[in-house]
């Protein structure tokens, strides 16, 4: 599974950026895809999650109300729709893909077998 994340970029305190994420290759595969993020100097944490088949979605508490993951089946991808940005949510955003049903450890990185490149999201003050 290849992963292919795009939609970063540069916001004003208050504004809104839509990540997506396609996936490709074995895609049937897929158990649930997820976004997690890394700011400079900190370890990377988990953003969101959501189930390929049910749909189930699941959020670090630093972004629930403001951010919102979605899937696509036909199209293979995940979006995250982020609002309200805040400067603590500047970091790379990366998107990852896991075949295994992953219980309660959704927020766990060593879960997720496939990842995406990465894209940054700088929100300005």
């Known amino acids: 599974v290849q992963l292919q994340a795009s939609g970063g970029g540069l916001v004003q305190a208050g504004g809104s950026l839509r990540l997506s994420c396609a996936a490709s290759g074995r895609t049937f595969n897929i158990y649930a895809m997820g976004w997690f993020r890394q700011a400079p100097g900190k370890e990377r944490e988990f953003v969101a999650a959501?189930?390929?088949?049910?749909?189930?979605?699941f959020y670090a508490d630093s972004v629930k109300g403001r951010f919102t993951i979605s899937r696509e089946n036909a199209q293979n991808t995940v979006y995250l729709q982020m609002n309200s940005l805040k400067p603590e949510d500047t970091a790379v955003y990366y998107c990852a893909a896991t075949p295994r049903p992953f219980g309660i450890r959704w927020y766990r990185g060593d879960v997720y077998d496939y990842w995406g490149q990465g894209t940054q999201v700088t929100v300005s003050s």
């Open positions: 959501i189930t390929w088949s049910s749909g189930s979605t």
